[in-house]
């Protein structure tokens, strides 16, 4: 294994290596402006903007039922509900030599993910000595189970195989990286929304996530190591009643049918065999500003941001599911570890800075955001500025987080667009200023929380330096998960969702963040 100092070099080599490879999913190493600015906000992107909490009690619409939704009864796994429920479970376990997760599970009746789900680990690897926390019996039943395995399909007879055709491949859904590209997400590696075929930029991560990890240091141990932790690569995923707290309600307007910009399509010289995704209309201004909470437009949202894919690819798997579809509805999902937006803020949100386990994060070239944990590179993730111009210098500062944030305006100009104006003087040369911007109004106007909101489910402050004074402009997550890197949208520096809330669970209060 190279030396820590050299270790540190190749990683931030690569990581510029990572940045420089454009595709649809990261920016490249220097970002040009995106031209497109987020529907609904045209004006809006010219106007100062400011973050504010939202009531909590706010965060999810009115299910259309009055009567309360019955909670699906817990299930026990088979080995705990072997075990006597008065059984007196330790509440911790030091792991011992020769102990695997498999078999702690089997000793205290809990699946592999189960554990893991529960002590928060990202992966099978554990060590001697190691604390274990141990579920009680009704908190093992509250832990959702992994999303189902696809069944292998039973095997015909030959004669029955005969008078079938053969199926028509479909282009790019199972590529031979798509294996690898979620397990890299599991890893917390993240090259954004997952498509069909990953772009160039798939190729530095994969070589940053072995330069990392020794245990993945060539393409055999990674495919290996990759198989162990994602043997299926599809699971499935059925909307639940609840879903809809999140889910606006289908809108009278036909959807227009036209093809999402980065939509999977054909390898050269096949056909495409799917039609172009049904993409939701956009909301005006007016339309965004009436909305108690921005959820997410379409079921399909919901299911792609949930499972980390774009949404044209979601659409393409499951091409038998009808445009709008309902409770029950069963979807064919990448087997990622889900972004589960009903858990997304469970305390404790934002860990505590441990002396001992020094965090720190390093912003490269407005593309990427790499947080390390004494030293050890183990998260990256895809970021883009919301608007031409941000940028940051030297070393600022995490500071808290505000969750569920609204946006407010006065529609006021924002001062670094107002145009300057020649002054007379005595002197020979004309003197310039600049004119105070004026608020249109009285009163803020108010874009509600939600995960359509142009900032996303949650925001972290920055500030520059050593100060402790938020900046206008933070850490966020955003509206448009497939579209981040090409829109221009409010706010300041953009990351998924489901990534903005995995980062925010390694970013104390007083993490320096490093620009590069």
């Not at 088979?78 to 000793?107: F, T, W």
């Not at 019996?137 to 015909?156: E, R």
């Not at 993409?279 to 792609?304: C, G």
């Not at 109004?441 to 874009?447: C, F, G, M, P, R």
Request: charged share 20%.
């Amino acid at each position: 294994m190279s030396s820590g100092p050299t270790r540190s070099l190749l990683i931030l080599v690569l990581s510029e290596i990572f940045a420089l490879g454009g595709s649809a999913q990261t920016m490249p190493f220097k970002p040009a402006a995106p031209k497109r600015i987020e529907p609904g906000l045209k004006n809006a992107v010219r106007w100062e903007w400011h973050v504010e909490p939202s009531d909590p009690k706010d965060w999810g619409l009115q299910l259309p039922e009055s009567k309360p939704i019955p909670s699906p009864t817990p299930t026990l796994s088979s080995s705990a509900a072997a075990l006597p429920q008065s059984e007196n479970r330790p509440v911790l376990y030091e792991v011992k030599h020769g102990d695997a997760l498999i078999l702690i599970g089997k000793k205290f009746g809990m699946t592999v993910f189960q554990i893991k789900t529960f002590n928060g680990l990202k992966d099978d690897r554990i060590r001697v000595g190691q604390i274990l926390k141990i579920p009680t019996l009704a908190q093992l039943s509250a832990i959702a189970p992994a999303p189902t395995p696809i069944a292998p399909a039973p095997k015909k007879h030959k004669s029955a195989q005969k008078k079938e055709a053969a199926p028509t491949p479909t282009p790019g859904i199972e590529s031979d990286k798509l294996r690898i590209e979620i397990f890299l997400d599991r890893e917390q590696f993240s090259a954004g929304p997952i498509v069909a075929e990953p772009g160039p930029t798939f190729t530095g991560l994969t070589v940053l996530y072995q330069s990392a990890h020794e245990d993945a240091r060539d393409d055999a141990l990674l495919e290996a190591k990759a198989q162990a932790t994602v043997p299926d690569v599809f699971g499935h995923y059925k909307l639940k009643p609840e879903d809809f707290r999140f889910i606006a309600p289908p809108r009278a307007e036909t959807a227009e049918a036209k093809p999402t910009p980065g939509s999977t399509r054909a390898r050269p010289g096949k056909p495409v065999s799917r039609p172009a995704p049904a993409a939701a209309k956009p909301l005006s201004y007016e339309e965004l500003m009436a909305m108690p909470m921005l959820a997410y437009r379409t079921p399909w949202e919901f299911v792609a941001e949930r499972f980390h894919c774009q949404e044209a690819y979601l659409r393409n798997l499951n091409d038998k599911l009808p445009a709008v579809p309902a409770v029950g509805a069963e979807f064919r999902v990448p087997n990622v570890v889900p972004f589960e937006i009903e858990k997304a803020f469970d305390e404790p949100l934002q860990p505590q800075a441990d002396p001992k386990n020094p965090i720190t994060a390093t912003v490269i070239g407005l593309s990427q955001l790499n947080i390390y944990q004494r030293g050890e590179l183990v998260a990256v993730m895809p970021m883009s500025p919301a608007r031409p111009g941000l940028h940051g210098r030297n070393t600022w500062t995490i500071l808290d987080v505000i969750p569920r944030p609204r946006l407010a305006t006065l529609q006021k100009v924002r001062q670094e667009l107002i145009p300057k104006v020649a002054s007379a003087s005595a002197s020979a040369s004309p003197q310039t200023a600049v004119l105070p911007s004026q608020a249109v109004l009285t009163s803020e106007q108010y874009l509600a929380a939600g995960p359509r909101n142009p900032v996303g489910i949650l925001w972290i402050n920055l500030a520059k330096a050593k100060s402790t004074e938020p900046l206008p402009y933070g850490l966020h997550g955003t509206s448009i998960p497939d579209q981040m890197t090409v829109e221009q949208s409010l706010g300041g520096f953009r990351l998924t969702n489901w990534d903005i809330a995995r980062a925010v669970r390694h970013l104390p209060s007083g993490t320096p963040l490093e620009w590069k």
